[in-house]
């Protein structure tokens, strides 16, 4: 196994309390598995809210296609929202309660309903995001997530080997998306990025995609909590060769890194190891070109694009 620079031990340490793992990645589009499914505790409200909209469509004594030809769905899709397979859409529900009359109950299940559709793992790292005041990311293959437009983060999941469904490609993009609510905390987290320069010049998804993507770090990077710099190819002197990282500082005063590799993400606690990444992430800062270079440096890819 090549490390680059790194040691074993960073990555093949045996886990304990200090560290947990996970089956997938979270920025770019990897994953274990060849499919999705309800496997965590999520999967009972997805069972509850398909059981609730059964009970009320024969308690109005329709079929299953009269709902949905009430309420503007297929019959498979009615039939798979009621045995878990598929997400109700919001409309989904508001339609379905204005048809059964429920009052507002179907209605109500959206939130959870709607928390559900993220992956758990997703869900998990968003978590810790909002307890965030300082968040540090080193991306070196592709745009970290929370700086991914839609169009970028769509692109690297229809990439995805073994591929991932179309259903699973938006309940995976919608998540993603939905962890940028965080550029909108109050009060706003310290957010900063370092990214390889190859990750400006790689068109993934096509040349437009890209340059969307790059429209939007120099949008991002006007913000007053954001600090976005660029780790150029030319650069002699590199602390980041072990891979990507971030490290968060979190509100109770604890620390917490997260590493990622092919198809495994690690969240590390342990203060000692955390301190090796924290280290890391500050000489990557200092060696790459400031805020303000990087803005231009994006400036001009953009134009080349």
């Not at 400031?290 to 890819?301: C, D, G």
């Amino acid at each position: 196994m090549d490390t680059g620079a790194d040691g074993g031990l960073m990555h093949m340490t045996v886990d304990n309390e200090h560290t947990s793992r996970t089956d997938h990645t979270t920025d770019g589009a990897d994953g274990a598995s060849w499919g999705e499914g309800w496997d965590d505790e999520y999967g009972a409200v997805v069972r509850a809210a398909g059981r609730q909209i059964k009970l009320w469509r024969e308690a109005a004594g329709l079929t299953q296609e009269e709902l949905g030809r009430a309420i503007g769905y297929s019959l498979g899709m009615v039939s798979a929202v009621e045995r878990a397979k598929r997400l109700p859409h919001p409309e989904f529900l508001a339609r379905a309660d204005r048809v059964l009359n429920a009052g507002g109950k179907l209605a109500a299940l959206k939130d959870d309903v709607a928390e559900a559709r993220y992956p758990k793992k997703v869900r998990d790292l968003a978590r810790l995001e909002a307890e965030a005041v300082e968040l540090g990311a080193y991306g070196n293959h592709n745009m970290h997530g929370l700086l991914q437009t839609e169009e970028y983060a769509r692109a690297l999941f229809e990439m995805r080997r073994p591929a991932y469904s179309a259903d699973d490609i938006e309940r995976h993009v919608a998540a993603r998306m939905a962890r940028q609510k965080i550029f909108e905390r109050q009060p706003a987290p310290l957010l900063t990025f370092v990214q390889e320069e190859v990750t400006l010049r790689r068109p993934l998804g096509g040349r437009m995609v890209l340059r969307r993507q790059l429209e939007r770090l120099l949008e991002v990077g006007q913000l007053r909590h954001v600090e976005i710099q660029v780790m150029p190819t030319s650069c002699e002197e590199h602390a980041g060769m072990a891979g990507e990282l971030r490290v968060l500082k979190l509100r109770d005063g604890s620390a917490v890194g997260y590493s990622e590799a092919q198809l495994t993400s690690r969240l590390v606690s342990d203060p000692k190891e955390v301190q090796i990444l924290e280290m890391r992430y500050g000489m990557i800062r200092a060696q790459a070109l400031t805020p303000r270079e990087s803005l231009a440096f994006i400036e001009k890819a953009l134009g080349e694009t």
